[in-house]
């Protein structure tokens, strides 16, 4: 090989190893389906990195996936219609949100010891811990608006009136709260802090009910899952909608990992879309299961996790299709 040639080898071997971790970056798929015992009715996921569990809610009860050994290794009972869990690995805590009783369970999050309830007001749903405040946040589903926990004292200390019916929470870890408004194509951010309302980013001009909700905190960036099969990117300082990109149907979650800068957003057609978080281009439609719209990400090991269930009868109207008890499972995907 001549010396001017050793330039070019170089160059090309270079660019050959971009393009090689760029598809190996987005080239995820099923790598396990485990089923799980219990109701097929199910809400969010949530994973917390330091003990690799995976809180998932079904039914009346919260159960706790040890996803290294891949098993379940607990629960939390007694939660009638949980929709989320909120983990606050700093305080060894964790909430969850009880939609028919209109209550929080309180748990110790090292042995799921069940400390106690907390009053809501109607139908909580999604539920997140502010690391800023070391509040909870319980968005009330039926009743417009935010009640608030200390979780230091674990006392109800405030509640935030918002309107409308409330979806996804996500916090930039600086004082700030976005919460989605589904039926008014809205995203609200609240001071943490002060417990106002400070903006409304009306999202209508790409957004049609949006549900799902990750964040990009370094560079404060949103991603809303919509339910008129698009993604929205949104700078949370200004609501300014950075790109619309096309998702599959019934999109009910997204996330955002820091490190490989993508976006994914889960749809209940049975696709997980990836999307480059730094240009919004689609890298990757994976085929996950009919269902499977709700994820949850372990940002270490780059792996998502959905559930989903055999669809026993087809939705009617403007409602969930009829699932075949005793099929609720976990897909994981992973590159």
């Given at each position: 090989m001549s010396n001017k040639?050793?330039?070019?080898?170089?160059?090309?071997?270079?660019?050959?190893?971009?393009?090689?971790?760029?598809?190996m970056a987005s080239d995820f798929h099923v790598v396990s389906q485990q089923p799980v015992e219990g109701d097929t009715k199910w809400d969010y996921l949530s994973f917390e990195p330091s003990s690799h569990r995976l809180f998932i809610t079904h039914g009346d009860r919260v159960d706790v996936y040890d996803t290294l050994d891949k098993k379940v290794i607990g629960a939390v009972p007694n939660t009638p219609g949980v929709h989320g869990v909120a983990l606050a690995p700093e305080l060894d805590r964790g909430y969850t949100s009880n939609g028919l009783s209109s209550t929080v369970t309180t748990f110790e999050l090292s042995s799921l010891r069940v400390l106690g309830t907390l009053p809501?007001?109607?139908?909580?749903?999604?539920?997140?811990?502010?690391?800023?405040?070391?509040?909870?946040?319980?968005?009330?589903g039926n009743s417009g608006t935010l009640t608030v926990i200390d979780a230091l004292s674990n006392r109800v200390v405030g509640t935030v009136a918002i309107g409308g019916k409330l979806e996804f929470q996500a916090v930039d870890a600086k004082g700030r709260l976005f919460v989605n408004v589904e039926d008014r194509n809205a995203l609200v951010v609240v001071d943490t802090a002060k417990l106002t309302v400070t903006a409304t980013y009306d999202l209508s001009a790409a957004c049609e009910s949006p549900t799902g909700l990750s964040i990009d905190a370094q560079s404060s960036r949103l991603f809303v899952g919509c339910r008129n099969q698009k993604m929205a990117v949104v700078d949370g300082n200004t609501g300014t909608i950075l790109a619309s990109v096309a998702v599959g149907k019934g999109c009910d979650a997204t996330a955002y990992d820091p490190v490989l800068k993508q976006a994914y957003a889960s749809s209940g057609d049975g696709t997980m879309t990836v999307v480059n978080g730094e240009s919004y281009a689609i890298e990757q439609v994976v085929a996950t299961l009919p269902t499977a719209r709700t994820l949850a990400l372990d940002p270490a090991q780059h792996v998502l996790y959905l559930v989903a269930a055999e669809i026993e009868a087809p939705a009617v109207g403007d409602g969930r299709p009829k699932l075949r008890p005793g099929s609720f499972q976990l897909v994981t995907v992973s590159r």
């Open positions: 040639s050793i330039p070019r080898f170089f160059s090309i071997l270079l660019l050959f190893s971009v393009v090689l971790s760029q598809a809501t007001e109607k139908k909580p749903d999604a539920i997140i811990f502010d690391p800023a405040t070391k509040r909870v946040f319980v968005a009330n």
